[in-house]
């Protein structure tokens, strides 16, 4: 029982370490847009994905938002430009993420695949109507 155990302490004390992972390359997206869409279409899609996964999302100009995103004591900034063919998600910057030297904590760039992934289920939605 005594070596079951050890090796069950073992396991867990890797994944525990494995989870902290340290940092990553900053993730900048760039997406071209699948069909055809106007320019409000391609705006709207990008503010309801960001809003459904929680970024707080402020236009700030014809083709261009910017993005907040604050959980549990982290916060990352970013701003997206698009227009009808493409949009860019690129970093801006964060607190409490580990940024430096272009590097990050792993989470940033697990948002923004989630949010790059949700932008392209809207505007898939959008040519399904």
């Not at 994944?15 to 705006?43: F, K, M, W």
């Not at 949009?87 to 030297?101: E, R």
């Not at 760039?109 to 949010?115: F, I, K, Y």
């Amino acid at each position: 029982m005594k070596p079951l155990k050890l090796i069950l302490t073992g396991v867990f004390a890797a994944v525990l370490v494995s989870g902290c992972a340290g940092t990553a390359p900053v993730r900048n997206v760039s997406q071209q847009v699948a069909g055809s869409h106007s320019d409000a279409q391609v705006r709207q899609a990008i503010l309801s994905a960001g809003l459904n996964r929680g970024w707080i999302m402020n236009p700030s100009a014809d083709g261009v938002i910017d993005g907040k995103i604050l959980l549990r004591g982290h916060s990352a900034d970013i701003r997206i430009t698009y227009n009808t063919n493409s949009y860019q998600i690129n970093y801006v910057g964060s607190g409490n993420m580990d940024a430096k030297d272009g590097k990050i904590h792993p989470n940033y760039n697990r948002w923004v695949a989630n949010l790059d992934k949700d932008i392209q289920l809207e505007l898939a939605r959008q040519n399904i109507k």
